[in-house]
């Protein structure tokens, strides 16, 4: 499949061919809440609650599948001028959606990417302190593994990832052996109860 395929696929413009039809109907709900939602979202889903505990001012952060920004910001604000956050996500809309946000609000350390999670080969390697993959995994029809990967290469051995999924299969497009999987490949920290899809995870020690 080719790049912009994908993204057609991201933005739910066309109903995938290679997916089942409970997957392609999930696909509807697994596109980003619409940024009008945000003010409702924070009521119970405050942006700060979650990464606070991860996120230091000065450090360089990835929000991948940032959608338009509803942690951005509060990543952007956690990391203050000196630090800086990369903004990825494969959706063009969403990207310009943040681009604006970010203009209007004169932020000066947001970096936004419409590109897929599965290349992010504009930041380098072992240079990042968190990386939030908030609802990224479920969402991406295909290249999971590069994503993955591309977490693992771009963390310093010191960083660490949020990892979640935002719905079970068939909704969401990751069932419970490719999350194992995915765990697998990092030193996991912390983790949620069985019904819950999200890991604190950092890189492991290099073998040599
Ligand atoms: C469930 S939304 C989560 C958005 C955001 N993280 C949040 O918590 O509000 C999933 C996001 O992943 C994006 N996405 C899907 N496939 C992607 C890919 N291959 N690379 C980057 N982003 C992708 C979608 O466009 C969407 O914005």
């Not at 063009?92 to 936004?112: F, P, S």
């Not at 068939?170 to 419970?176: A, E, F, N, R, T």
């Amino acid at each position: 499949m080719d790049m912009s395929e994908e993204k057609h696929k991201a933005m739910g413009e066309k109903q995938p061919k290679d997916q089942t039809k409970a997957q392609a109907s999930g696909w509807l709900f697994l596109r980003r809440p619409p940024a009008v939602l945000d003010p409702i979202r924070r009521l119970f889903e405050p942006p700060r609650r979650l990464i606070e505990p991860y996120v230091k001012k000065g450090q360089v952060v990835a929000d991948l599948g940032c959608g338009s920004g509803y942690y951005t910001f509060a990543l952007a604000e956690l990391v203050g001028p000196e630090g800086r956050v990369y903004a990825v996500d494969l959706s063009e809309k969403g990207i310009q959606a943040l681009e604006k946000k970010v203009d209007e609000g004169g932020y000066h350390n947001i970096e936004a990417h419409a590109s897929s999670a599965s290349d992010v080969s504009f930041i380098k390697d072992r240079s990042v302190d968190f990386v939030l993959a908030n609802g990224l995994l479920c969402s991406m029809a295909d290249h999971r593994e590069s994503a993955v990967n591309e977490i693992k290469r771009i963390l310093k051995s010191t960083g660490q990832a949020y990892l979640s999924l935002g719905f079970p299969t068939p909704l969401g497009l990751v069932d419970q052996a490719e999350w194992e999987k995915i765990l697998e490949g990092f030193r996991v920290k912390r983790r949620g109860g069985s019904l819950e899809k999200w890991a604190v995870v950092s890189v492991k020690p290099e073998v040599v």
